[in-house]
Antibody, heavy 120, light 109 residues
Framework: QEHLQESGPGLVKPSQTLSLTCTVSRGSISSGSYYWSWIRQHPGKGLEWIGY???????YYNPSLKSRVSISIDTSKNQLSLKLTSVTAADTAMYYC????????????WGQGTQVTVSS | YLLTQPPSVPVAPGQTATLTCGGD??????VQWYQQKPGQAPVLVVYDDSERPSGIPERFSGFNSGNTATLIISGVEAGDEADYYCQVWDSSSDHLHVVFGGGTKLTVL
């Protein structure tokens, strides 16, 4: 099974852009019909889907974040990336990446997550 | 589309825990369940309403009908204490998007 590992700065200043990377190992990000997704979890709260992407370029975002979010895939590096612009304290959360078994399917596996705090 | 889960469910060891996930005609969708232990990432425990991934004990079972999906954990163990989230896909917008329930904290007494 694939292994996913998120990475990125743990601290981002308000109004700046949050940039995270998810590195996929033990498998190819461009194989099969899998999609790749970002999900976040605010402190002490539930899960919030951010968006998902297919390696050919199709992307779909949570309407509530659509104006600020961008997801991309670098097949040469086997990496999924997330950019979230104009961040505020409300974007402080644990950010997870996960493999999606087709749109309409399940999220498995998940990365361990990376904590991002938005603060000056 | 809204998924409703009770905030908490207490259960004694060895007993059966019943976790519900309510949604409008959720029986017409396929439901996934994730287990999240403190400080850990979510783990898939049931997919396609009632299927178990490899490595998930048979004690975990799922059902989905009408307006309620259910995760049943039989013979609850202390290690089952966690938050459980249901998840569906909704096609009410121009494309499929993901919906998670608010989560239920399973407390083993």
């Amino acid at each position: 099974q694939e292994h996913l590992q998120e990475s990125g700065p743990g601290l981002v200043k308000p109004s700046q852009t949050l940039s995270l990377t998810c590195t996929v190992s033990r498998g190819s990000i461009s194989s099969g019909s899998y999609y790749w997704s970002w999900i976040r979890q605010h402190p002490g709260k539930g899960l919030e889907w951010i968006g998902y992407m297919y390696h050919t370029g199709s992307t779909y975002y949570n309407p509530s974040l659509k104006s600020r979010v961008s997801i991309s895939i670098d097949t040469s590096k086997n990496q999924l990336s997330l950019k979230l612009t104009s961040v505020t304290a409300a974007d402080t959360a644990m950010y997870y990446c996960a493999k999606v078994e087709d749109p309409g399917g399940w999220f498995d596996p998940w990365g361990q997550g990376t904590q991002v705090t938005v603060s000056s | 589309y809204l998924l409703t889960q009770p905030p908490s469910v207490p259960v004694a060891p060895g007993q059966t825990a019943t976790l519900t996930c309510g949604g409008d005609n959720i029986g017409g969708k396929t439901v996934q369940w994730y287990q999240q232990k403190p400080g850990q990432a979510p783990v898939l425990v049931v997919y396609d309403d009632s299927e178990r991934p490899s490595g998930i004990p048979e004690r975990f079972s799922g059902f989905n009908s009408g307006n309620t999906a259910t995760l049943i954990i039989s013979g609850v163990e202390a290690g089952d204490e966690a938050d459980y989230y249901c998840q569906v896909w909704d096609s009410s917008s121009d494309h499929l998007h993901v919906v998670f329930g608010g989560g239920t904290k399973l407390t083993v007494l």
